[in-house]
């Protein structure tokens, strides 16, 4: 399940090159729109590439505290938060955000955008307090600058409802996502793309809570705005039949969900092509929907085919690696492959605690999936230390 993030990743912005050479700012144009192609392409390597030699004709050009340094560094940093390695990215959005502030001024909109893209690598390692004051402190400074309507104000309700929805925060979610759905339709009007992400993001609040009368009319609605919107291969098209399949998943309607899965994977090697991550996760949610059905001979090549997309995509480190490897290795606990299951339970758990941190929920149910094969292997006194580890986890996030 998949909920959208809006304003976040700011890429790729055109700022005016004041000061600059012609020939520097044509130049900077052009690597920033490579940067912007490979992102998409999901060729986040070469991204990165080429967006650190974009920092470094804006640098040279126009000095470290130039606010196109800032949009360089916040490129680059949104590359290596898509690629899960959030420890490379927050120091990169600090210097951003130092340089906006100092040259923009503290309320400028892209002040916000860099607080709001620094809180995203604190709340995708579960840093929950310091995503939280981010949050905000970027709220704030747009209620006090833009009218209570403007989408930006949306943009910040839905920020901080994402966090509190990851937080199983309902109650004080529920309300920030309804206020960023009325923004955005009174100002964008009904049929918008965005106002498809809110409703999207409110289902994904509902199905949290098993309130799936509710989440279902919401993706649907979702599902047919953007397609009317962006046409039928779009890829926002294939995250939102993602998300419908995985409301059938949930409540076991399985042949509801299979063509769901499969067209979103279809439209995803059509329009990004076979190797990019988002068609990893498309695998993914088709091989857990066999799995469930006892197909396990069509579930483990898609397990092992998106394993394959995502280490090469994202590297080798990244958490939706050590998702892959969790699934892979619950189908062969399930099986009895105990052998073949273990050591990838040990690689999700270092990838897990390497990028989120060692309290991450993710931590605690690698570690709970480890004591149940070693219960099943008779090796009771590990399970019991995993476990108890697993619990204290538990007991913090509550």
């Given at each position: 399940m998949r909920r959208i993030v809006s304003g976040l990743?700011?890429?790729?912005?055109?700022?005016?090159?004041?000061?600059?050479?012609?020939?520097?700012?044509?130049?900077?144009?052009?690597l920033n729109s490579e940067v912007m192609s490979l992102y998409r392409?999901?060729?986040?390597?070469?991204?990165?590439?080429?967006?650190?030699k974009a920092l470094q004709v804006a640098e040279k050009a126009a000095g470290p505290d130039h606010p196109d340094v800032a949009m360089s560094l916040n490129n680059l940093a949104e590359l290596y938060r898509a690629q899960g390695q959030y420890e490379l990215a927050k120091p990169l959005h600090k210097r951003a955000l130092a340089i906006r502030q100092k040259a923009l001024g503290p309320d400028h909109p892209l002040v916000v955008t860099s607080l709001n893209n620094l809180a995203e690598s604190y709340r995708a390692q579960g840093q929950d307090e310091q995503a939280e004051s981010l949050f905000k402190r970027a709220l704030a400074i747009i209620e006090r600058t833009l009218s209570p309507d403007h989408p930006l104000v949306a943009t910040s309700f839905n920020n901080l409802a994402l966090l509190y929805d990851s937080r199983g925060q309902y109650r004080e979610a529920e309300p920030l996502f309804k206020r960023a759905?009325?923004?955005?339709?009174?100002?964008?009007?009904?049929?918008?793309?965005?106002?498809?992400?809110?409703?999207?993001?409110?289902?994904?609040?509902?199905?949290?809570?098993?309130?799936?009368?509710?989440?279902?009319?919401?993706?649907?609605?979702?599902?047919?705005?953007?397609e009317k919107a962006l046409g039928p291969d779009h890829p926002e098209m294939a995250q939102s039949l993602n998300n419908l399949a995985a409301l059938y998943y949930s409540q076991g309607q399985y042949r509801q969900a299979e063509p769901l899965y499969q067209r979103a994977l279809a439209i995803g090697e059509k329009d990004l092509g076979p190797d990019h991550p988002d068609v990893g996760t498309s695998l993914n949610n088709l091989a857990e929907l066999y799995r469930a059905e006892g197909k396990d001979e069509l579930a483990e090549p898609l397990y092992k085919r998106s394993l394959t997309i995502r280490e090469r995509a994202l590297g080798p480190d990244h958490p939706e690696v050590a998702t892959s490897l969790n699934n892979l290795a619950l189908l062969y606990d399930s099986q009895g492959k105990h052998e073949q299951a273990e050591p990838?339970?040990?690689?999700?758990?270092?990838?897990?605690?390497?990028?989120?941190?060692?309290?991450?929920?993710?931590?605690?149910?690698?570690?709970?999936?480890?004591?149940?094969?070693?219960?099943?292997?008779?090796?009771?006194?590990?399970?019991?230390?995993?476990?108890?580890?697993?619990?204290?986890?538990r007991a913090i996030r509550r």
């Open positions: 990743v700011a890429l790729l912005l055109t700022l005016c090159m004041g000061g600059y050479a012609h020939a520097q700012g044509k130049e900077w144009k052009k392409q999901g060729q986040y390597d070469r991204a990165v590439m080429v967006a650190k759905l009325a923004i955005w339709e009174k100002t964008l009007g009904p049929d918008h793309p965005d106002v498809a992400k809110s409703l999207n993001n409110l289902a994904t609040l509902y199905y949290s809570q098993g309130r799936y009368v509710l989440a279902e009319p919401l993706y649907k609605r979702a599902l047919a705005i953007w990838l339970y040990k690689r999700s758990l270092a990838i897990w605690e390497k990028a989120l941190g060692p309290n991450h929920p993710d931590v605690a149910t690698s570690l709970e999936n480890r004591a149940a094969l070693y219960k099943k292997t008779d090796r009771k006194e590990e399970a019991k230390a995993l476990e108890q580890r697993a619990a204290a986890i």
